[in-house]
């Protein structure tokens, strides 16, 4: 690698620290910036085509908006639809005090922002797309932590299920054994789907409540490309939904 | 390896990225390509049998009028039987707009044009063959990607089912441990032959109404062995099937 | 690595090995805390929001009064919420005489010790956070090791059930196979969880009973960040429950 | 390994491409001939033991019989039973066109055409021998193959089982996982049995009607130890089923 | 590693050969006594609490009146609770003919008289420690041996159920599969079950039948920290159970 | 390693392929060899206490007479119970015609054979013994490959059902996955188990009626160390069993 490249991995990793709400640049986000850069340099600097464009623009302002709008997410900072590297838009949260503990209504909240993009393609256009795959990835690893790593589930409490699974290769999984019974993957499983398919209805709840909001903010994205917060927040209000169904949200 | 293998391992990697819809060459199509070099340096340059030849140019006018033939897949750009290296004969889409994006409608139409081959030596020959394995591990990929990659699987739900799949080494697989439980899997397995078995009966029904362009484009492909888009398109046209069957298939 | 590093390196170990009421650094420490370093070394010095201050004040207020007040953890020597690395706060236990046996009542006691945080915070806030995963972790292998290491359950016996599972890389583990049926897997699931269950019902119970010296060692801890065993055995007596049922918890 | 460990390494790797029809000595066949020649250097230019001798006689013979009878199995073009390194014997086929794909039709009766060599020491001798190992992995390989990666069951569909099967370290076969669930596992062995026993019942019908030609080959054979296509022929007309026989056998 | 390590990593492998009633050290006392070396160097030496000694020197003499009591165990040749590295005390047996074949009676001795020091233990303080854990493992492995390696169970019968199992890297176990069904997987943990409890029912009815030897043997020991077969057996005939007890266990 | 060890590593090796009935020295005798080596070095040249004696000699007397006594097992060249290495004694069969295949009556007979050592300690002394364990080892291998490799199973098929089993490591299992299904698991372990069963039946059968030439065979062994086939033999037609018996064992 050649110093342009080098220039190239840390800008990806940057971005892909920034979409996960990371202060810092970890392993994980170098190893994957590493297997994009190498997949395809080709697709640096692209133009998107004008039906991918307004897809992205309503799957980030759908991110944006639940953001915004439940208790224990991060407010927005920045919405963009320029795309870069591999990443084809990103809603950049505001800078927060500098948090080291999460609570489960957190985690809940995140994961409904996180699956807000794909929701906001459903309502839109009925069809899902690619573009939430890496929101779909963060989703099933936030849910799952929540059941095996943070003891949130009921179900399975104060537990830890893979106490084996960190490993001395720096946090990368190879070749562990998973430590418990089927009946438990079970359990496990159905936990994960409860918590996520949960979120997905809030996030739809609020989005269809919202959809005028949703309207006005992704057509302005398109147009504009960049939103910053005072935009942002400007469009929401000239666009805020019945004041009873604002109250019912609220709680 | 001497810089004439070199150069035939480029060869067979563009060729399998053309094959895949792909603009650029990617770490699985060199593997690929170097496995290939590697088990059958002698078969280059070969003549097919007669039969064999047949075989394949139904196959790939099978390919080659389903993509044309659904919504959502690319359009025809050329044809060919003329084999090279492993591949046989292959249909190269048309250039199109450079999408990041894809659909789950792309994903069933793509799904249903990678397995016409099949369904067209099925119609004519009543006897699968061998020809449509690679076109058989595509299918079965892309259907796997949607069901666990990208959640359009309604029963599955929007998750991510391998979340530690993807590894460091630039995405081989490696001994990674199946993330969950025997249920799950066996709902994953029903979903993929769900979307299998349902392109596949779509390509069919196009295909048995489309006989006369079938046996029309690959009959003149045994005789002219390449055709372009604008000879393709002009078979099909004094092939069409009757306006009402042309009618039902439209939606 | 320079020498900064290491030296950090060695903190980090040395806090570990504390939290676990070690007395030596043993190899997985300084595993841990290289992971630690690579993974966060601009997270040092950090100041925690206050917030996240007040739940780390309760979770080590809650551990610290359940080591004291069942019979066999290890007295509290000191409580601090001055965070350092990784670690927020902790309870470092008086210096006790080198022991080198341990009881299934130690382990019991250990593990509801270990789940005081996380009960602390519930009954305070109501919401678990992420807080308890090292504690968690923690927990699941003591639990696991009564279980099928020292023959502490009765359903399982006094047997091994990993016998091959402690390899020749210093312990750490790679790659071993189970040795056992599902069905025993089944029955060591449902130990270690009837085990864990019961420890955190038994933290739950001594901590509602003694919920105003849960408060006032938490708010001390808040005003003051450290607190000596004296300080802190001043403040219980200050808060002592009620006489009936303290008796009532001494059995 | 000296010159004539490596002469005898490509002699042996000969032998076994031949024996798999193969045109080209691939990866696989050096890999068993290197295994063979470090097992056993010693029984190289052995002589046969008379049980043994017709033991193999009668096992070629049945091979040779079967691949003439049927319809999509290559012609004979010699048999022998002059042992040499780790093979026995074998039964030349005629050469063909250099054909590409194959049919389901193909692969069914290759596969009694391999099983035919263990009918014919059943009908015989009435009792297996070790002297079908090789024939019965092909088989168990073909059958599996037919289901798993060409879509030839229909129980299973158009569909590759194993797509992350294939590895970069050239096909050889290292800790890949299993990537779908027990269900499916149980339907692919099903369907393999299947295809395996209808075979097997196929070529034991032929070779029972032909046992005066089996008689007739395995005899000459132990008298000549080599027969060409001709004189195989000549021996089949000599002792040709009565025509009725023929005739139900032929479709 | 420094000669005084490598002294102390001798001795460490020549006492855990010692307790497992080897004449020789073989690679896994080694292996165990790296670990413990690298794990512990600073509890070399060390004195043991009051408490520690008092389970020691009973569990210590449990084994010894067991293996002393049982037909097929070894007599006891010396008892320590002298500790030294990791090991707290041990039970030294009669220097015996050297052996080569065991049979069913002497497994299940010997499993009575590992089982021995947890039994004295459960009998006096009514509450299990780690201290059995070594005994434990062997014990697991033992039972394991005479079902899986040594035929030694009716059920499951003359077989040995992991063939593949010893590997060429000196016997340690890496990654090898297991080759047998879950249904002989659950007849092999009932069986190894039944091995276990039995030999536990018998070590705690001797025990129990003796427990003023074990008192007399374990407070001198106390006393005197090491006892010769001399003044063990000498402490037994002064504490010898009734004759009507002491007849019905000689069966 | 010296050229002292040397010399001994292709002493054991010859040895243990001497009682494999193997003409040539193999990877898997090497190894094996290696490990004894290393495990035990002290054992060399040892003496057998009087008990192990009896033991051995009764045990390798039940060898050499079903050996004899079957129809499809190599008679018996040499008996012998003088200790070398790891090896308490031998049968070593007479020299035959180099044969290289096997039916299943001659796996079953060398089943009964290998078993036959365990039956001859059980008739006689009641209680197994650890002496049977290689023979386990290798019965159990047999069986499974009669069942898995050779289609000698009528309940499984002319199949192979582990074709990926051997790599391309020399013929060593490292990692391989299982191919099949529980199902079909289940299945092998019957079928195993029914042929160790049957075989063991039949050895135990032949050896009762045959109980005067045991103790015969085993006492002058005892006296002798070395019986060849002259003596063997006499001893033999010096107890034969009632000429009723002989008859109804010889179908």
């Known amino acids: 690698m050649v110093g342009a490249d080098l220039e190239n991995l840390v800008n990806e990793s940057a971005i892909l620290a920034a979409r996960r709400n990371k202060r810092t640049i970890g392993m994980s986000e170098f190893v994957e910036s590493i297997e994009r850069i190498m997949a395809g340099p080709a697709r640096r600097s692209r133009v998107l085509d004008a039906e991918d464009r307004r897809v992205i623009a309503y799957h980030e302002a759908g991110h944006a908006i639940v953001m915004e709008g439940l208790e224990h997410t991060e407010g927005v900072g920045k919405i963009t639809i320029v795309s870069r590297g591999q990443t084809l838009g990103y809603v950049m949260p505001l800078p927060e005090e500098d948090r080291n503990l999460r609570s489960r209504a957190e985690y809940e909240d995140t994961i409904a922002g996180l699956l807000a993009g794909r929701v906001a393609e459903e309502i839109m256009f009925d069809e899902p797309t690619t573009s939430a795959s890496n929101d779909l990835e963060r989703v099933t690893k936030l849910a799952k932590a929540m059941v095996t790593r943070f003891g949130m589930s009921d179900l399975i409490g104060p537990m830890q299920l ?9 946090g990368m999984e190879i070749g562990h054994q998973r430590s418990y019974s089927e009946d438990v993957a079970r359990k496990i499983d159905a936990e994960v789907r409860r918590i996520v398919i949960s979120a997905y209805e809030r996030a739809r709840t609020l989005l269809q409540e919202r959809k005028a909001q949703l309207i006005a903010v992704a057509e302005t994205l398109l147009e504009k490309e960049v ?3 005072k935009e942002f927040l400007h469009i929401l209000e ?3 939904p019945a004041p009873a169904v604002a109250a019912a949200n609220a709680d």
């Open 238 to 240: 000239g666009n805020s």
């Open 227 to 229: 939103l910053d917060r």
């Open 162 to 170: 893979n106490p084996g699974e960190s490993n001395p290769f720096m």
